[in-house]
């Protein structure tokens, strides 16, 4: 069973900037994909970016220019730097991996971390 520990979320201004962590208990080598979903209050979980084993991102629209996805391998951390936030990014953030082993997928989720923009 793989863990991810997400942390860095908190209350801050419209305009302001956070960065998220996420740490697997697995090394980054045994995903083909890794990412960030986030889910607002009374709405679906929805894609924020993901970033591939080849280190391929995809960012949601309405992110675009403004977060960034990235691995740092020696640490074997996931971060995403959000940085011009807006009231509409508040939500819970979780933390996403995707295992691919002899034909089968194996998806894995942290617990969350919540974030608040106020506007």
């Known amino acids: 069973q793989v863990h991810l520990v997400e942390s860095g979320g908190g209350f801050v201004q419209a305009g302001g900037s956070l960065r998220l962590s996420c740490a697997p208990s697995a090394s980054f080598f045994s995903f083909n994909v890794m990412g960030w979903y986030r889910q607002p209050t009374g709405k679906q979980r929805e894609l924020v970016a993901t970033i591939t084993d080849a280190d391929s991102t995809n960012y949601a629209d309405s992110v675009k220019g403004r977060f960034t996805i990235s691995k740092d391998n020696a640490k074997n951390t996931l971060t995403l730097q959000m940085n011009s936030l807006k009231a509409g990014d508040t939500g819970v953030y979780y933390c996403?991996?995707?295992?691919?082993?002899?034909?089968?997928?194996?998806?894995?989720w942290g617990q969350g971390t919540r974030v608040t923009v106020s506007s």
């Open positions: 996403y991996a995707d295992q691919y082993y002899e034909g089968t997928h194996t998806a894995f």
